[in-house]
Nanobody
């Protein structure tokens, strides 16, 4: 069974840093785009950052210069380094992947993890 599992969330003070990790598991042939999204209480889910298989990245304006997305293709991992965190960054952060399975070649265009909570507060 293919799945994404996030980790690394927690409580941090404003100005602090956190690193989120997301591990993809299952009989995976290839992973195209990987991304991080977030959903704050009472708000819609929004894009935070994405990274292509070739390493191209794109960020929401609100996190540019503070967050950095990276991936390790061999480990099937994606990371989100978050620096200079602000209270408005408080949200559940979700990992998202566009991937293809071996054998069946079934493609999941939007596979989601269960989310990890990030709380920025003093």
């Amino acid at each position: 069974q293919v799945q994404l599992v996030e980790s690394g969330g927690g409580l941090v003070q404003p100005g602090g840093s956190l690193r989120l990790s997301c591990a993809a598991s299952g009989n995976i042939l290839s992973i195209n785009v990987l991304g991080w999204y977030r959903q704050a209480p009472g708000k819609e889910r929004e894009l935070v950052a994405v990274i292509s298989s070739g390493g191209s990245t794109n960020y929401a304006d609100s996190v540019k210069g503070r967050f950095s997305i990276s991936r390790d293709n061999a480990k099937k991992m994606v990371y989100l380094q978050m620096n200079n965190l602000k209270p408005e960054d408080t949200a559940v952060y979700y990992c998202n992947a566009d991937l293809t399975l071996r054998v069946t070649l079934v493609r999941y265009r939007e596979l989601w993890g269960q989310g990890t909570l990030v709380t920025v507060s003093s």
